[in-house]
C-alpha cells in the first residue's frame, strides 16, 4: 500500500466485507439456533434443523436426488464440450474464430431469468415436460463458457512448442495432445470443471422456469419454503449449501487463478 | 543474432505446414458440438421468443396463429412505462452505490499484498457463487420486523422501521449481490496502473484524494465503465431480490416477465418484453466490451 493512503480506507473496507457477508453469516447462524422464529443473534446451539433438513423427504429429494445429480452431469458434460471447444478456438487458426468465440461466452451476456424465460417457451412448443432432464440442458448451456474460459486461459498459458516437440518426435497429433496438453491443463481443467458444477448447484434462474413437481432443485426449494414462511430447515439446507461452495471455491484458488473464472 | 528457439522448432519441424491441412475437419470437430448445442439452445430458444412475440394474445387459447405488433405497442402504457421507470431507477441507484461501496474496495485489493489479496478475492467470490436465494434469505432474517437492524434501532430507543418489502431492501439486496461485478473490472483496471504514478503524483504534492481524482479515476475509467454497464445489466433483469424482498405491487420487469410466463400464460406479452430487454442487455453489454477492448489496444500504444 503506497503511504499517506487515508486511514479510513482499512476500515471502509471492513465495512464493506461485513455488509457482503451479513447475509450469509446470518443464514449460518440460524441454521444453528434453537428458535422457530429466525433467530439471531441465536439463543443457543443445536443441530435440530440439520436433522429436520435429513429427516424431509423433499429437501432430501432436491438436495441429493436433483441438485448434486444434475449438478454432476452438467459439470461433466460442460467439461466435455468446454474443453474440446476452447482447444478448437485456441489452438487453431480459421475465418470467423472471433466471432465463435464471443458465440461461445454468449449464454454469460444473457440474463439467466430471460434464458430461463426462453427455455421454458421453447419446451412449451415443443410440448416437453419439465424434468431433471429440461433443466439439465439449460444448466450446460450457462455451465460450459467457465469451463472455456479456464481452459482457454490454461492453453495460452502453455507453450505449444510442447506438443509440437511431442508431434516432432514422432507423437501423432492425438496423442500429443492427451499425453502432454491433457496433463499439463489439468489445474485449469478441474477448475472450470468445479466452476461448471458450482453455477449448475446454485442456479435459481433457470431453475424458477424448468425444473417441475419432480425435478425441485435445492434452491428453488428454498425459494418457495421461504415465500410459505418454512422454518430454519431452509437455514439448515442454506448452510450446506454454503459450506459446499465456500469449499469449492478454496479448492479453485489453491489449484489456479480465482479471478479468471468469474 | 540470437536464435530463437522457437523458430527453430518451427523451421525444422514439418508440424505446421500438416496440421495446416487437416485444420479445417479438426475445429469443426473441436467447436462443433457445444456450436450445435447453443444453436439448439439458446439461438433457437430466443427465436421461439421472437416469433411469440408478434402471436396475438387471448387469455382463453394458449397460441394463437397471426402477425401482430400489439405486444410491442402495449410496451408503451402507462403501466410498462412505469414498470419500465421504477425497474431503470432502481438499476441507477444500486449501480451508484456500487461505485461508491466498490471503488475504495477495487483501490484496496488491487495494492494489497498477494496473501491479503488472494483471502479478499475469496471473500468476494465466495458470497457470489452461494445461491441468491440464500443471500436474500440472509437480508429477510437481518431486516425483519424484529431483525438484526430494528433490535438495534429498538436498544437505541428508536421506532421500528419496516425494511421488508419496500424498495429499499431491493436496493440493499441487489448491491450485495451485484457489488462484485463492480470491484473485479475495477480491481484489474487499477492493478494495471502502476503504484510509481501514485508516487509522482504525490511527490508533486497531490494530497490522496487530490492523487485518487487525477490518477487512478482517469486511468481506470474503462474498468468502472465496464463495471457500471455490468452490474446496471444485471441489476435491470433481476428476479430474485423483488420477488422476494419487494413490494409486491411494485415490480421489476423480472417479475414481470415470470408472471406472464407462469401465472398468467400470456406468452406473447412475455416475450415482446423479455426481447427488449435481452437486446437492451446485450447493447449495454457490447458497450462494456468495446470500452475494456479500447482500453486493451490504448495500453498496447495502438
Avoid at chain 2, 444485471?234 to 430474485?240: D, H, K, L, N, Q
Amino acid at each position: 500500500m503506497s503511504r499517506g493512503t487515508p486511514r479510513l480506507l482499512l476500515p471502509f473496507v471492513g465495512l464493506v466485507y461485513i455488509g457482503l457477508l451479513a447475509p450469509l453469516v446470518v443464514v449460518i447462524a440460524v441454521s444453528f439456533g434453537p428458535s422457530v422464529a429466525f433467530e439471531f443473534p441465536p439463543s443457543g446451539l443445536t443441530l435440530r434443523w440439520f436433522a429436520a433438513f435429513f429427516a424431509s423427504q423433499s429437501f432430501v429429494t432436491s438436495f441429493f436426488r436433483i441438485s448434486l445429480v444434475i449438478g454432476l452431469i452438467a459439470a461433466a458434460l460442460a467439461t466435455l464440450l468446454g474443453t474440446a471447444g476452447a482447444v478448437g478456438l485456441v489452438r487453431f487458426r480459421f475465418f470467423g474464430r472471433e466471432a465463435l468465440e464471443t458465440f461461445f461466452l454468449a449464454p454469460l451476456l444473457v440474463p439467466q431469468i430471460l434464458l430461463g424465460a426462453a427455455l421454458y417457451l421453447f419446451y412449451a412448443r415443443l410440448a416437453m415436460p419439465a424434468s431433471i432432464w429440461t433443466l439439465l440442458c439449460g444448466h450446460v448451456v450457462i455451465c460450459t463458457p467457465f469451463v472455456i474460459r479456464s481452459v482457454t486461459a490454461g492453453l495460452v498459458g502453455m507453450d505449444p512448442r510442447l506438443e509440437e516437440a511431442a508431434m516432432s518426435l514422432g507423437a501423432t497429433r492425438l496423442q500429443a495432445f492427451f499425453k502432454v496438453t491433457l496433463p499439463l491443463l489439468r489445474s485449469s481443467l478441474l477448475s472450470g470443471a468445479i466452476f461448471a458444477f458450482i453455477i449448475s448447484f446454485s442456479d435459481i434462474n433457470l431453475a424458477l422456469f424448468l425444473s417441475g413437481p419432480q425435478s425441485t432443485s435445492l434452491p428453488v426449494q428454498i425459494f418457495s419454503q421461504i415465500q410459505w414462511q418454512g422454518d430454519p430447515t431452509i437455514a439448515a439446507a442454506s448452510t450446506l449449501q454454503i459450506l459446499i461452495i465456500g469449499l469449492l471455491i478454496l479448492i479453485v484458488q489453491r489449484i489456479f487463478r480465482l479471478r479468471l473464472m468469474v | 543474432m540470437a536464435i530463437d528457439p522457437a523458430s527453430a522448432i518451427k523451421s525444422v519441424a514439418p508440424v505446421e505446414v500438416s496440421h495446416r491441412v487437416r485444420a479445417r475437419p479438426t475445429w469443426t470437430l473441436l467447436t462443433g458440438p457445444y456450436a450445435l448445442f447453443l444453436l439448439v439452445l439458446l439461438i433457437v430458444p430466443f427465436a421461439n421468443v421472437a416469433v411469440f412475440s408478434v402471436h396475438p394474445y387471448s387469455p382463453t387459447h394458449v397460441a394463437l396463429s397471426g402477425l401482430t405488433l400489439d405486444n410491442y405497442a402495449k410496451l408503451f402504457d402507462l403501466y410498462y412505462l412505469r414498470l419500465f421507470g421504477r425497474t431503470a431507477r432502481l438499476g441507477l441507484i444500486t449501480t451508484v452505490i456500487c461505485v461508491l461501496l466498490g471503488y475504495p474496495l477495487a483501490y484496496w485489493l488491487a495494492r494489497a499484498r498477494p496473501r491479503l489479496q488472494r483471502l479478499g478475492l475469496f471473500l468476494l467470490i465466495m458470497p457470489l457463487m452461494v445461491s441468491a436465494v440464500i443471500r436474500i434469505f440472509g437480508w429477510i432474517v437481518i431486516l425483519g420486523r424484529k431483525g438484526l437492524v430494528n433490535q438495534a434501532l429498538f436498544a437505541l430507543g428508536l421506532e421500528p422501521v419496516k425494511f421488508l418489502y419496500t424498495e429499499t431492501a431491493v436496493v440493499i439486496g441487489l448491491v450485495n449481490i451485484l457489488l462484485p461485478f463492480m470491484v473485479l473490472p475495477l480491481m484489474a483496471a487499477i492493478e494495471r496502473i502502476p503504484p510509481s504514478l501514485e508516487e509522482a503524483a504525490r511527490n508533486l504534492g497531490a494530497n490522496w484524494l487530490q492523487m485518487f481524482r487525477r490518477t487512478i479515476m482517469p486511468l481506470s475509467l474503462p474498468g468502472l465503465i465496464s463495471g457500471c454497464l455490468l452490474v446496471f445489466a444485471e441489476s435491470i433483469s433481476a428476479f430474485v431480490t423483488p420477488a422476494l424482498i419487494g413490494n409486491p405491487r411494485e415490480r421489476m420487469a423480472g417479475q414481470q416477465i415470470y408472471d406472464m410466463v407462469l401465472v398468467s400464460f400470456n406468452w406473447p406479452g412475455a416475450s415482446s418484453l423479455a426481447l427488449t430487454l435481452v437486446l437492451l442487455t446485450l447493447l449495454l453489454l457490447f458497450a462494456a466490451l468495446f470500452a475494456t477492448r479500447r482500453a486493451g489496444r490504448l495500453e498496447r500504444g495502438a
